[in-house]
Nanobody, 121 residues
Framework: QVQLVESGGGLVQDGGSLRLSCVAS????????MGWYRQAPGKQRELVAS???????NYAGSVKGRFTISRDNAKNAVYLQMNSLKPEDTAVYYC???????????????WGKGTLVTVSS
């Protein structure tokens, strides 16, 4: 069984910073893409940033220049450094990973339970 566990959310003031972490554990052969999504109240879940196993990165336009995604393949971890936070960044942030494991050689999509980020004005 594979689990993704996020940490690092919390309450921060407008202009502040937070760093989110996500660690995958369980029966893992390798991890393809990893990413962060967010869902604000009353809105659909949206991609924030993603990073492939080869290091190719994609950001949502609304966070470019403010957020930085990185990963540590040895730790099966992905991180999101969030700077210059705005009230509109308030959302539950979810970790996502495409993981290859026993009997699953093309990879399956897994989600964490989410961590709440609240930016006060």
């Amino acid at each position: 069984q594979v689990q993704l566990v996020e940490s690092g959310g919390g309450l921060v003031q407008d202009g502040g910073s937070l760093r989110l972490s996500c660690v995958a554990s369980g029966s893992i052969f390798s991890i393809n893409a990893m990413g962060w999504y967010r869902q604000a109240p009353g809105k659909q879940r949206e991609l924030v940033a993603s990073i492939t196993s080869g290091g190719r990165i994609n950001y949502a336009g609304s966070v470019k220049g403010r957020f930085t995604i990185s990963r540590d393949n040895a730790k099966n971890a992905v991180y999101l450094q969030m700077n210059s936070l705005k009230p509109e960044d308030t959302a539950v942030y979810y970790c996502n990973a495409e993981i290859v494991g026993p009997g699953n050689y093309y990879g399956s999509n897994y989600w964490g339970k989410g961590t709440l980020v609240t930016v006060s004005s």
